[in-house]
């Protein structure tokens, strides 16, 4: 019996047959990232790139979702999750994925590893070392680490030391040779020494500093006999909670962040043979009343391997590749204003350059006609030449005002840094809400032009981040409809001034009204099926997991409409069950790009593709607290140019997609996209074809992505029909920043 088929007996008002769980649903997500790592035709340090970031991905799951599990568990709050799950229910199937995952990241390392000695990268763990390198390997400790480390006696005269989130520490049992007295001893390992130490030589030889120092333990511990030691690593609960009626939020949100630094453990790792009175000790300084105990017998921290996929082997990685700047705006001589105003624009990162945002704003800051610029700033990473622009247009004499999210997660001291300098330049600094967080990308620029005023915006799906920007997909949006410059004011009103706009004439805001917008466009869909006319839906996006926008979603599939989703991460909805969910596929695409875009498109009483589809981009997911919580903006594309752009090449290519799409079953299971007649490669496409802002609809060689490419049978529309393995994506071009496939946004 097919599994929809068990599922249409079941109780489909029962939420545990119409939702998947969301935890679980995500750590789906990272399998399929793992699933990457052990693909025969990626780059081998590519692979490894892959493996670390699944176990970067996962300790952040912990540190964030589970810890917050376990902090409802202390609580005794018995709220149940989409799927009827209590917190305790959900810890108990949580641990028991999260093990089976670590344990396949052990594996896959233990391949991998493998194949990097074969290609003359090694890692050497406990193995022995001719004299040259043993005398290289002292010598490093001695002058490198020694001074930097600190052994510190566990009894009761020395209390017991404070271990950071993420942090990796040593116990040594020890006996003093003087008397046999026994001595424990542990040893934090700084962060400030690297994870992989590269041995000198041609060939690369890494080993990990925890190795390193219990070889040479001997270094540490003169006069001492080493019986044994452990190796652990703590993750912390890592969440940021904020009073709703705090007077002064950057001192709430820095006395946060000094707690955050401390708060309860909720993960410890164990790797060796820990004396039995070792692990006791630490499971009870740690206090670890509620967390979960990992042994590991293999690599611990996996995600610090990515120090190994910086080795320069470019025969091991894709090969190089550079986003092309927008020709459009190289026709008006890098005008942006001019390329702007002549006709909407759309940029395609990564394969368009992030650099014409910069150029915006850099253009905006040195036109003495430009008189304001106003700018969100969610996540704008380290080096940042957006606040650098911004910095530059204030002491240009701009009235410069700049929108800075707080509550940004793991980027909120550097958030501080940047509101503190963009104040200092003169830059009116605001920091929205309290209890929401502003997630809208929105740039607005004001110039004197025909004696008045012309606004320009930008919307984007994706962050104000340069280095994000070369590896995730998303879309900028430039355009100088005076509608939508309205709307854009009316937005930053709200933010800066609580003035809560009566009406928008183009945007729907949340938490004002984008779900109202969407849901009126999934109602239409509905009268046109029940009407007879073509109805259809297609959107991409990061998570779908608000259960009210689901159920409106199964409505439309029973009503007839047919619905595509390409979801790359978490999905709480239930594809292909009869009676429920019959008429709705869901892909995930994870490949050598994040898929990162926000696209909606409604078909709109004609068959999609089509000119008359009511096509959006959003910085929003479909998640409650996108669009409860946070200040995200949903915008129409009405230009037919970027209409056409966005829906006939960004979401059909997302769609035809075969060599990096899993298939969602109605059980919860992912699979890989069976073979096709024509295999389509997304990311391939792209790289290889000229930029969409160039010349409207052209492409490589004159052709468009192929409309008729989703006719019955060019891919497969239930899981049934897909297969288990990797298929041949062939080689793709290189990236040499770190790709993230977190969740964080």
Known sequence: MEVGQKLAKADVADSSQRYFNRELSWLSFNRRVLAEACNPDYPLLERLRFLSISGSNLDEFLMVRVAGLYGQVRRRIEQTSIDGLTPTQQLAAITEAVLALEAAQQAVWQDLRASLANEGITVLGKRRVDAERSRWLRAFVNEHVL?????????????????ASQGIGILFSLVRTADGAPVMEMVLIPQQLPRFVRLPGVEASYIAIEDLICRHASLLFPGFKVLGHGVFRILRDSDIEIEEDAEDLVRTFRTAIQRRRRGSVVVLRLQGDFDPAAEQLLRTQLGLDHALVIDSPGLIGIGGLAGIVEEDRPDL???????????????????????????????????????????????????????????????????????????????????????????????????????????????????????????????????????????????????????????????????????????????FNFITGYVEPRRTELLAIAPLGLRTRLGECISAEIEHARAGRPAAIWAKMNSLTDPDLIEQLYAASNAGVQISLAVRGICCLRPGVPGMSERITVKSIIGRFLEHSRIWAFANGAPLPSPRARVYISSADAMTRNFDRRVEVLVPIRNRTVHDQVLDQVMMANLLDTEQSWLLAADGTYQRVGPVEQPFNLHRYFMTNPSLSGRGAALGNGRKVPKLALRRGALPARPDRARSGTPGAGPLPHSRDRMALETTD
């Open 147 to 163: 001074p930097i480390i600190t052994p510190q006696a566990i009894d009761p005269a020395h209390p017991f030391p404070f271990v």
């Open 317 to 491: 990685k894709f090969e190089p590749y550079s986003p092309r700047y927008p020709e459009r705006i190289r026709e008006h001589d890098g005008d942006c204003f001019a390329a702007i105003r002549e006709k909407d624009i759309v940029i395609h990162h990564p394969y368009e350059s992030f650099e014409v945002v910069v150029d915006f704003l850099r253009q905006a800051a040195s036109d003495p006609d430009v008189v304001a610029i106003k700018q969100t700033l969610y996540r704008a990473g380290k080096q940042s030449a957006v606040i650098a622009a911004l910095i530059a247009a204030a002491d240009a004499g701009k009235s410069v005002t700049a929108v800075v999210e707080l509550k940004a997660r793991f980027d909120e001291e550097q958030n501080l840094l940047w509101a503190s300098q963009l104040e200092r330049a003169g830059v009116q600094v605001i920091y929205g809400f309290v209890d929401w967080k502003t997630h809208a990308k929105v740039s607005m620029v004001v110039r004197r032009e025909d004696g008045g005023y012309r606004t320009y915006c930008h919307f984007g799906t994706g962050n104000y981040h340069p280095v994000t920007a070369r590896i995730y997909t998303d879309l900028s949006f430039f355009t100088a409809d005076p509608r939508m410059g309205r709307d854009a004011a009316r937005l």
